[in-house]
């Protein structure tokens, strides 16, 4: 297992879609900056009465113990950013289709077998590729955040960071990776089943987009049973996880369902693995 | 006799259809065995169930002599259908990561074996760039990792134009004859097969027809004047007597096989017809191995 391992990791040193995912994922968060940026320049030039656009409607303006208005930008802050980026899932879609690239794509293209021929047992060879996909989606949700904050001190300067809660933050990095842990394992047993990259990428992005959906239908239709799908979805806990005043019910319930997805998943994995033909 | 791999009726299904029909085959040590069968005849799934990469429905294999096929695998060595390689990397790159992955501590064994299969001056080249004889050559290099006793080759000449052929030809002997590596190899190109191969087995529709030595394959399209006689013993009499040959044999009750005197079968015809013998027909017979194959594989080309 730990060859196995040692095979993987330097995959994922050379790997050139690691770099890209990661810069991918640079500049969407720079995007989500920069809007928030052009927000507060609008704001600005409007209560200078300098513009000449018309914004409908009445917005809460927070100010700060001096009076001031505290700038849009400042009131998201990083904190905001981070859960902005888990919440809406936009780092598990970058990790999902980096999965899919990395792991996923051997079950189709044939390099499995050079293991699986040399006598590795199917369970060792399935589960060095999940811990493998598991590594990368710790890697890559730190990589978002340090990201985040990096780049969060140019737009929103010292402030910025005087205003992240280190230890909520930390907190709220650690829940969010066990629920992408739990969805990576879902992610790689999608690539063991469908032993295509695009079918992959396919399913494994429409899980991520239409899943919330039809979990909030099914609570819809089931409320007079008392019974919420959302509450055994990972990918609900996900996007409900608070930055600040952690819930512990939610903690443990969110941990609990968690293991629960990652480990069907992985014996499911395990078990259809091991009798299935390689190509 | 070391058998390196004995099944006993192997058998694979999809569904309804059986792919490998309870197929008995013995690769003997030292063997470079040539398997033969049309496309779809059953050769890539028989292969891949010895590689371990899919599972037989029915029927056993015995590896090196051992049930325990696991352990027994890391002896083999298996190029099935497009080698297992990474594009994005380099064919140093890629037999790292297999050095990696198999736990071989030695890094100059990835050097080395690079240069047996004449890659080692590839330096940053990127494997999607090579050609398809370097394909090979690289999907070879990555089954000759923790130096197997046995390499199990699908159609590793496929696609490749004939100088590739040659090389990966002088390869695979030079593997046989100094490394000692048996070798199960199958391909379309039965030319060139033949110049390798020392035991054949046949196989159409999944059923494995036939297994004979390469001995007893030239003896079979050997060329020879084939006589139809009514008197086989006076006639083979009278060619020992008369035309002082000797190189003959009665494979069938009334049909001679000359091999020898063949520029001259007037000579023969003109001695046996003096000596009252009748003859019903008399022509050359005999053809090429390819032809051959074609023949027991129900004549089509696309053996």
Redesign the interface.
């Known amino acids: 297992m730990l060859n196995m391992l040692h095979g993987e990791f330097y995959k994922l040193k050379k790997s050139r879609s690691f770099y890209i995912s990661i810069l991918i994922a640079m500049g969407l968060i720079l995007l989500l900056y920069a809007t928030l940026h052009m927000v507060d320049n609008i704001h600005e030039e409007e209560q200078s009465g300098n513009t000449r656009i018309v914004v409908k409607g009445e917005e809460e303006v927070v100010l700060d113990e001096e009076g001031n208005v505290v700038p849009i930008s400042q009131q998201v802050g990083i904190m905001g950013i981070v859960q902005q980026m888990f919440d809406s899932h936009f780092t598990e879609f970058i990790i999902a289709i980096f999965i899919s690239i990395f792991v996923t794509a051997e079950f189709g293209n044939g390099a499995i077998k050079n293991v699986v021929g040399k006598g590795y047992s199917r369970r060792t060879v399935f589960l060095s590729k999940l811990i493998a996909a598991v590594f990368v989606t710790i890697i890559m949700s730190l990589a978002i955040i340090m990201i985040i904050i990096v780049l969060g001190i140019p737009f929103l300067g010292k402030k910025g960071l005087e205003m992240l809660v280190w230890k909520d933050l930390s907190i709220y990095t650690g829940i969010q990776m066990i629920f992408g842990i739990s969805f990576t394992g879902i992610i790689t047993l999608v690539g063991e089943f469908t032993r295509s990259l695009a079918a992959s990428i396919s399913i494994n992005l429409g899980i991520l987009m239409f899943s919330t959906s039809i979990t909030a239908g099914l609570d819809l239709l089931f409320h007079n049973l008392n019974w919420k799908a959302s509450q055994y979805w990972v990918l609900d806990f996900q996007s409900a996880c608070p930055i600040t005043n952690f819930d512990q019910t939610f903690i443990i319930r969110g941990i609990i369902v968690s293991v629960i997805w990652f480990l069907i998943t992985t014996v499911i994995g395990v078990m259809h693995f091991k009798k299935a033909d390689v190509k | 006799m070391d058998y390196v791999l004995k099944t006993d009726g192997l058998t694979k299904q999809y569904g309804k259809h059986t792919v490998v029909d309870h197929v008995n085959m013995k690769v003997k040590k030292g063997d470079i065995y040539g398997f033969i069968g049309k496309n779809g005849a059953g050769k890539t799934t028989f292969m891949?169930m010895v590689?371990?990469?899919?599972?037989p429905v029915e029927g056993s294999m015995e590896l090196f002599g051992s049930k325990d096929l696991?352990?027994?695998?890391?002896r083999?060595?298996?190029l099935?259908?497009?080698?297992?390689?990474?594009g994005?990397?380099t064919a140093r790159?890629n037999m790292?990561?297999?050095r990696?992955?198999?736990?071989i501590t030695e890094k100059h064994a990835v050097e080395e074996i690079l240069e047996f299969v004449k890659l080692s001056n590839t330096g940053k080249k990127k494997v999607k760039n090579f050609s398809m004889g370097m394909k090979q050559r690289l999907g070879i290099a990555?089954a000759l990792?923790?130096n197997p006793d046995f390499l199990i080759l699908d159609e590793p000449i496929n696609g490749l134009d004939p100088a590739g052929i040659k090389e990966i030809r002088d390869l695979l002997l030079e593997l046989n004859q100094e490394k000692q590596i048996t070798i199960l190899i199958s391909s379309h190109i039965l030319g060139e097969l033949s110049k390798i191969a020392t035991r054949y087995g046949i196989i159409k529709d999944g059923v494995l027809m036939e297994e004979f030595e390469q001995e007893e394959l030239e003896q079979r399209c050997r060329r020879c004047q084939k006589l139809i006689v009514d008197d086989v013993n006076r006639a083979s009499a009278i060619l020992e007597e008369k035309c002082h040959i000797f190189n003959y044999d009665v494979p069938q009750t009334g049909i001679l096989r000359v091999f020898e005197g063949l520029d001259s079968t007037w000579n023969i015809n003109k001695e046996l017809i003096l000596g009252g013998i009748k003859i019903k027909e008399s022509y050359l017979a005999g053809q090429d191995l390819e032809g051959y194959f074609m023949d027991l594989l129900g004549g089509e080309k696309n053996a």
């Not at chain 2, 990696?100 to 736990?103: H, N, P, Q, R």
């Open positions: 891949r590689a371990g990469l899919a599972f696991e352990k027994q695998r890391v083999i060595g298996s099935i259908e497009q080698p297992g390689i990474y994005n990397m790159e790292e990561v297999m990696k992955s198999l736990g990555l990792f923790t």
